[in-house]
């Protein structure tokens, strides 16, 4: 595997995989705290 994948390219797929599983949860979780508590239970 290290004589396929160099450190930068790894790095940069790995910090890739960061950033979208945070921008992934980050939309959901905002949309969710500008709802009222009953209608975040009623949506459960």
């Known amino acids: ?8 390219q790894l790095a940069g797929m790995f910090l890739a995989g960061v950033m979208i599983a945070v921008l992934g949860s980050l ?5 969710a705290a500008r709802m ?5 239970l ?3």
């Open 1 to 8: 595997m290290k004589d396929v994948w160099h450190a930068p």
């Open 27 to 31: 939309v959901p979780a905002r949309s």
């Open 36 to 40: 009222t508590i009953a209608s975040a």
């Open 42 to 44: 009623h949506t459960e």
